[in-house]
């Protein structure tokens, strides 16, 4: 085993924990193409009882001791649905992390930076994927404008082009949540920050069983932001509680936290099987993953994972693409086998290729002076944060990486 990355202010092990959270989510998007999706964290309007659903996780996968390793790689996989929620966590963590040790909060270049190391590989992923679907009448010209400029949260537009792309808009939507984080973790600290935002977020989830109807499952997923905010404003304000890596490291290495964390998760996806228990079932997921997976990478270096996360963005915008483009019809194992390698194969490839042409077209608009380059903030107002800073370097993936001491937001 390597030696643990633990170092003070670097916080190398965000990069593992996002690897591991795109793995996830990819491996539940291949599971569902051969069986189909979870019962279980998925409400709908038409939701089978809590026995069905049991019975579905049971089911085994085939005879004999392969039909059980079968039905043990399907439900890993839709436990890879939750995914989603650790990278909620580890958004609101990375920000957190990087805002509270930058020395102060200037809203307009927060903004400026977040959006600017979204939008490009974004608006690029519409160009390569968007545009070709568009011809061939797959999606329509007004939807894939929405999509681009953000507007995910409405029927037509939440699963469209590409449904895994959702969460991008629920992003968007949390990061306008943050200077009213910042603020509450001045005036309230950040345990009080967590549980109002975790009182607001779970009371909006319970009023939405009641008037969400057959919008249920997106209501559930973040159509609106207020529903997730509890996992965001958890990670965003444990990184202002963790005044250094050392103390943040010690804290998920607890055996208390540890037993805690693991109970969490279990307990939420049996929750997740009931109406009233979706209302509490993501952030219980979801904070406990983070924990577990934080505690468990912090002992070890795995450089692939490492890999996976630094391009877990890129990764992100192109796999399910290449899933639904290569794994379906399958009718035998070996043809399974070929269609898994190659949308994984092909996904990694279109996903260095975003990154590749996001690089090309900055450097090209930047040369003709088509696009805004960063403004000085010196004459602008700063609003100054009353917790102890430390700069650190936020980085352009989907969730923000807090691993260096450079200079932040």
């Not at 209501?219 to 958890?234: D, K, N, Q, Y």
């Not at 993501?282 to 406990?288: A, D, I, N």
């Not at 794994?327 to 996903?351: D, E, K």
Request: net charge positive; with cysteine; charged share 10%.
């Amino acid at each position: 085993m390597n030696k643990p990355i633990v170092r003070p202010g670097n916080l190398p092990l965000i990069d593992l924990a996002k690897g591991m959270a795109i793995i996830l989510i990819i491996w539940d998007h291949l599971v569902e193409q051969f069986f189909g999706g979870a019962y279980f964290f998925n409400p709908e309007v038409h939701w089978p009882p809590i026995s069905e659903q049991i019975a579905q996780v049971l089911a085994p996968v085939g005879a004999g001791a392969l039909g059980i390793v079968g039905a043990l790689i399907r439900d890993i996989g839709w436990l890879g649905d939750e995914g989603v929620g650790l990278f909620l966590v580890l958004s609101g963590f990375g920000l957190g992390w990087g805002i509270s040790r930058a020395g102060s909060f200037r809203l307009w270049q927060f903004l400026e930076r977040r959006l600017g190391r979204i939008y490009p590989m974004w608006l690029t992923a519409h160009a390569v994927i968007g545009l070709p679907l568009l011809i061939l009448g797959r999606v329509s010209l007004i939807v894939l404008l929405l999509s681009a400029i953000g507007v995910r949260f409405l029927p037509q537009t939440y699963f469209a082009i590409v449904p895994a792309w959702w969460y991008v808009g629920l992003l968007l939507q949390l990061y306008l949540t943050v200077p009213i984080l910042v603020w509450a973790c001045r005036r309230l600290g950040p345990i009080g920050m967590i549980v109002g935002s975790v009182g607001i977020g779970l009371a909006v989830r319970a009023v939405g069983w009641h008037f969400a109807g057959s919008y249920i499952d997106e209501w559930s997923r973040g159509t609106i932001f207020l529903t997730r905010l509890p996992e965001f404003a958890f990670g965003f304000g444990l990184a202002v509680w963790s005044t250094d890596s050392a103390r943040f490291i010690n804290f998920v290495r607890t055996p208390s936290v540890f037993i805690m964390a693991v109970m969490a998760f279990v307990f939420g996806n049996a929750l997740s099987m009931a109406w009233i228990g979706m209302i509490f079932a993501p952030l219980l997921c979801s904070v406990g993953s983070f924990l577990v997976v934080c505690a468990v990478l912090s002992k070890v270096r795995l450089p692939a994972m490492e890999w996976i996360g630094k391009h877990s963005y890129s990764l992100y915008l192109s796999h399910q693409f290449t899933i639904l483009l290569f794994v379906r019809n399958i009718h035998s194992v070996s043809q399974g086998v070929m269609a898994v390698v190659l949308a994984v194969v092909t996904g990694v490839f279109l996903a260095l290729v975003l990154e590749l042409l996001t690089s090309l077209l900055q450097r090209l608009f930047a040369g003709t002076g088509a696009v805004l380059r960063p403004t000085s903030y010196r004459n602008r107002k700063v609003i100054q944060n009353s917790v102890p800073f430390r700069s650190v370097d936020c980085s352009p993936d989907i969730v923000v990486s807090a691993t260096d001491g450079s200079k932040s937001d």
